[in-house]
């Protein structure tokens, strides 16, 4: 059960969930969530779960730029991200960034 509030109802937790598609697009959604919710929950509430088809199971997510696992609890305020996996190793991404400004 959820702690109450001072004016005795039940506390809830602005909570945002963030996901990069693509490079360059994210997508954010705002969510007022019971007080004791976690990770999974946020993510489930989102709906950005069923709107890329993605799955709870091997997902990397993170609350502040720290990796958490879905069973992490929730504070207010806390921005839950999604992770995809890197299409490029950033060493790789930066020795050919480093060789394109050479040609140039």
Request: hydrophobic residues 40%; charged residues 30%; contains cysteine.
């Amino acid at each position: 059960m959820a702690p109450a509030d001072a004016a005795g109802g039940v506390a809830t937790l602005r909570i945002e969930v963030a996901y990069s598609p693509a490079p360059r697009q994210v997508r954010v959604v705002t969510l007022d969530l019971a007080a004791g919710c976690s990770v999974a929950d946020a993510l489930r509430a989102s709906g950005l779960l069923e709107r890329h088809a993605l799955t709870l199971e091997g997902l990397r997510c993170g609350v502040w730029g720290r990796v958490q696992p879905l069973d992490a609890l929730l504070r207010d305020g806390d921005r839950v991200e999604l992770y995809r996996p890197l299409s490029v190793d950033p060493k790789e991404a930066r020795r050919l960034r480093y060789k394109r400004q050479r040609r140039a």
